[in-house]
């Protein structure tokens, strides 16, 4: 059994989805747990609510540097440290088009939220992680950012960026006692689908039926925790989860 008590941890974009199930699997195995999402307010406080441990809701875009601090401010000012996270929040509103048939203005909101809104929250945490000499960050890609797909050029991008940036921070951070791992899914039936394709629904579900099995938010949460559930002296640097039929 996974015993994170005592730990603190701030799972980004978890509202719904992977992140929701995160943090439910965190406040179970003892974590206190700050939920955070840019939006779904009701929702991200009900999340909260529901956990079993000392937990808060905290609205923050991660496309912004001054909520990004904010954010990590706040926790630190609940918790006095931060010792755990978890980078999942990301989307692919407007993909699953070819690059020119898409709207620029999507496509430099996927990179922004994706890459550079994990580079701003990474930023805002890392230096409290330096000062204790101790913590770990779970970043959360995809195996779009080991194979890409037709129609997936920007979300496949990210998720190339996420996999150097996750190496290049365990090199830098392995002797501050930082730990960073990457956890790698194909496709889950979570509510990603259905903001791609701005609440269409009947799309959604289209989409995910076309596939003979799928992930769920729990078996992608259950690879995050055991990335955490390790003696310090191990790193699970990648992940790589996938349905059954889904080779790559």
């Known amino acids: 059994m996974t015993d994170l008590t005592g730990r603190v941890a701030l799972v980004t974009g978890s509202s719904s989805g992977i992140g929701e199930a ?32 000392e937990s808060f809701y905290h609205q923050a875009d991660i496309s912004s540097k001054e909520q990004c601090q904010g954010m990590v401010d706040a926790v630190l000012e609940r918790f006095g440290r931060l010792d755990i996270l978890v980078n999942n929040a990301g989307h692919d ?3 699953r088009r070819r690059l020119d048939l898409g709207e620029v203005e999507d496509w430099a909101d996927i990179i922004d939220t994706n890459v550079t809104g994990m580079v ?6 890392a230096p409290g992680m330096v000062a204790r000499r101790r913590g770990h960050i779970v970043n959360l890609g995809s195996i779009a950012g080991l194979r890409a797909y037709p129609g997936g050029p920007i979300y496949a991008a990210t998720k190339f960026a996420v996999r150097g940036l996750s190496d290049a ?5 392995a002797e501050h006692g930082i730990r960073v791992s990457e956890v790698l899914p194909g496709t889950a ?6 903001r791609r394709w701005a609440g269409d629904a009947a799309r959604a579900d ?5 596939y003979p099995d799928l992930l769920t938010a729990e078996d992608v949460a259950r690879c995050v925790i055991f990335a955490l559930d390790q003696p310090p002296e ?11 039929s889904q080779a790559i």
């Not at 406040?27 to 956990?51: I, K, P, Q, T």
């Not at 921070?169 to 951070?173: G, H, N």
């Not at 039936?189 to 259905?194: D, P, Q």
């Open 22 to 53: 995160s943090a439910r699997h965190l406040a179970d195995a003892g974590a206190s747990v700050v939920v955070n999402s840019a939006s779904s307010v009701e929702a991200g406080e009900a999340v909260s609510r529901s956990l079993a441990t």
């Open 93 to 95: 509103a407007g993909g």
């Open 120 to 125: 701003r929250v990474t930023h805002a945490v």
């Open 169 to 173: 921070l365990r090199m830098d951070y």
């Open 189 to 194: 039936r979570t509510e990603f689908a259905l």
């Open 206 to 210: 289209a989409f995910y039926d076309g």
């Open 234 to 244: 191990v790193t699970i640097a990648k992940i790589v989860v996938i349905p059954r």
